[in-house]
């Protein structure tokens, strides 16, 4: 599990002090998590992370009611008593074997792209891996870890994922985008970790009337392709540069459309959610 930042965490619902927490939680179960982009303090999409938990829950076979007004109130609490209006939160549910689920919320380190890499586009290389149950934001460190450990030693943002079928699924913490003819591509829904980035841009598509399928990308196909993006909670909409030594266009139409568009649908939420405080 991630590090954590801010002086204090949430313990179903009660603050503690960071000075005694282990955030590598102990003991045997199943562990689903969220992570949340906080800006102006206020916890971005924060109903879409919530359905989608619910829905980590379902699918993993356990009976827990995620109850939107107490996540509200407990991430609130979280975010004024650490003083911190942006960054990211993580929420875990902790679901222990023979007894009840522990709900955890905490800040974590977090890195968000520099102006020069939206203008620049960001660096990227395929991953032989396959995360099981794509639709769970379970914590696995198998694929994860070794995804990290070969970021770090190239020296890249990120890298895509491909199956054995040599299939580009998504990337190890961020959705993508493939983009020839003003058509936009993204893999299936039902083969990746739908994020809510990903979602949002799908939306906005739809209304700016932009060409997108959901579509297998093979990576023989890779090559065709003008533009690529990524979406995520950190990113939001980030150019790719290259993907290993295939280089794209970092500065599409489509790409900066979407881009603004995007941090345009955020702002608005942020004033909305502010009016109700």
């Given at each position: ?24 939680i ?16 206020i ?22 009611s ?28 902790h ?10 919320a ?9 102006s ?42 990120e ?42 841009v ?22 065709k ?19 290993g030594?295939?280089i ?30």
């Open positions: 599990m991630s590090d954590y930042t801010g002086h204090y965490y949430s313990r179903n619902a009660v603050l503690k002090e960071t000075a005694g927490f282990n955030p590598d102990p003991g045997k179960g199943v562990i689903l998590y969220e992570v949340l982009r906080i800006q102006e303090g916890c971005l999409f924060l109903e879409d992370h919530l359905d989608r938990l619910q829905g980590s829950v379902k699918l993993s076979g356990f009976d827990y995620v109850n939107p007004l107490q996540f509200r109130e407990l991430l609130g609490d979280l975010i004024r008593k650490n003083d911190i209006l942006a960054g990211n939160i993580k929420i875990v549910l679901f222990p074997v023979g007894v009840p689920p522990v709900v955890y905490f800040f974590i380190p977090h890195f968000y792209p520099t020069s890499m939206y203008s620049a586009g960001a660096d990227t290389a395929l991953f032989t891996a396959t995360r099981p149950e794509p639709n769970v934001k379970k914590l696995t460190r198998g694929v994860r870890d070794k995804a990290e450990q070969y970021i770090r030693s190239e020296n890249l943002y890298v895509l994922l491909v199956n054995e079928a040599g299939l580009v699924s998504e990337g190890s913490r961020s959705n993508v985008f493939f983009i020839r003819h003003d058509l936009i591509r993204t893999p299936p829904g039902d083969q990746v970790l739908k994020g809510i980035t990903r979602n949002k799908i939306q906005l598509c739809r209304k700016l009337n932009i060409k997108l399928i959901e579509d297998p990308i093979s990576i023989d196909e890779l090559n392709f003008e533009a690529v993006f990524l979406t995520g909670t950190s990113p939001k909409v980030l150019p790719v540069r290259r993907i030594s295939m794209y266009n970092p500065d599409h139409q489509l790409t900066r459309l979407l881009a603004v568009a995007y941090d345009e649908l955020a702002a608005d939420y942020i004033r909305q959610r502010r009016h109700t405080l």
